[in-house]
Nanobody, 121 residues
Framework: QVQLKESGGGLVQPGGSLRLSCQASGSSFRRSDMGWYRQVPGKVRELIGYSPPFGAAIVADSLKGRFTISRDTTKRTLFLHMDNLKVEDTAVYSC???????????????WGQGTLVTVSS
């Protein structure tokens, strides 16, 4: 199976920047969509954006200009670069992958365990 592990979370001051990484390991996808989500306790999980197997990544309109998603397919890693962070960006950030496994042809959806980002002075 595929495993996803996020890293790069932590404490950052308002106005600061942070880059999160999501490393895939284990079985490989033939092709997959990978995305970033965030969730504040007690609130609905929010889609930040996603990277399709081909073409440019798409970021939610409300976060465009501050958040950027990129992907290194050779390293099986998805990135989330966040600029001009605000207190309201504080959340647990998780990555997700959905695609067809290369070995079995089975479609699977996988989640990482999440990484906490805290924006505070």
């Amino acid at each position: 199976q595929v495993q996803l592990k996020e890293s790069g979370g932590g404490l950052v001051q308002p106005g600061g920047s942070l880059r999160l990484s999501c490393q895939a390991s284990g079985s490989s996808f033939r092709r997959s969509d990978m995305g970033w989500y965030r969730q504040v306790p007690g609130k609905v999980r929010e889609l930040i954006g996603y990277s399709p197997p081909f073409g440019a990544a798409i970021v939610a309109d409300s976060l465009k200009g501050r958040f950027t998603i990129s992907r290194d397919t050779t390293k099986r890693t998805l990135f989330l670069h966040m600029d001009n962070l605000k207190v309201e960006d504080t959340a647990v950030y998780s990555c997700n992958a959905y695609g067809k496994l290369a070995n079995s042809g089975e479609y699977v959806e996988v989640w990482g365990q999440g990484t906490l980002v805290t924006v505070s002075s």
